[in-house]
Structures are given as structure tokens and as C-alpha cells.
């Protein structure tokens, strides 16, 4: 069983940035998707950024540019950079890894989240 663990979220002004990390106790593998999704309060979950075994990344139209998502290689956990935040970014955050791909994880869920953190940008 696998357990994400958020950390790297809190209040920032609006133009500021912040970068999640997450970690993972089980094992996750290298060729898992991992990924980023956010939940807006009142709004469904909102998948941000994805990297697969490959390290090719893909990302939300919503943060394409801003938000840059990699990988810890030896732990095969993601990061999320988060650059020129805006008060509409103001969400949880969740940590997201799943063995399928990463259509798949972003279209059905991801097997494995965790608890989430709070970004505030006020």
C-alpha cells in the first residue's frame, strides 16, 4: 500500500512562489505515472501537471507556463514549482500516483493521493 505525504504549501501574495514536494512511504515505481491536481472550494478536482516514466510532462491550460512538475528519480516522487501564483490558484493540492498512464490517471483518478496542502494567494 502507498501513502503521499504533501508538504511545500502556504500563503504567498499574489506573483510569489512556492514549490510542493511529496513523499511517498510503500513503494512507488519509475514506471508510474505521478502527478499534481488541485481542488478549488465548491469545484471539482482539477488535474494540474503529470510527468510518466519518461520524464515527458503535460499540464492543465490553467497553469501551462507557470507550474513546472518533475521528478525525484531516486524516490519516484513528483515536485511541483509553482511560479507567478494568482489568487484563482488559492486550492488544495494533491499529490497523485498511479501505475497506468497518464491519460488514464487524469481521466479516471489517480489510485494513490494523499491528504493534501493548502495553497493560499492573496
Known amino acids: 500500500h502507498v501513502q503521499l505525504v504533501e508538504s511545500g504549501g502556504g500563503s504567498v501574495q499574489a506573483g510569489g512562489s512556492l514549490r510542493l514536494s511529496c513523499a511517498a512511504s510503500?513503494?512507488?515505481?519509475?514506471?508510474?505515472?505521478m502527478g499534481w491536481f488541485r481542488q478549488i472550494s465548491g469545484k471539482e478536482r482539477e488535474g494540474l501537471a503529470t510527468?510518466?516514466?519518461?520524464?515527458?510532462?503535460a499540464y492543465a491550460d490553467s497553469v501551462k507556463g507557470r507550474f513546472t512538475i518533475s521528478k525525484d528519480k531516486s524516490k519516484n516522487t513528483p515536485y511541483l514549482q509553482m511560479n507567478s501564483l494568482k489568487p484563482e490558484d488559492t486550492a488544495m493540492y494533491y499529490c497523485?500516483?498511479?501505475?497506468?498512464?497518464?491519460?488514464?490517471?487524469?481521466?479516471?483518478?489517480?489510485?494513490?493521493w494523499g491528504q493534501g496542502t493548502q495553497v493560499t494567494v492573496s
Open positions: 497523485a500516483a498511479d501505475p497506468a498512464v497518464c491519460v488514464i490517471m487524469v481521466y479516471t483518478g489517480p489510485k494513490y
Open positions: 510503500g513503494r512507488t515505481y519509475s514506471k508510474w505515472c
Open positions: 510527468i510518466d516514466s519518461r520524464g515527458i510532462t
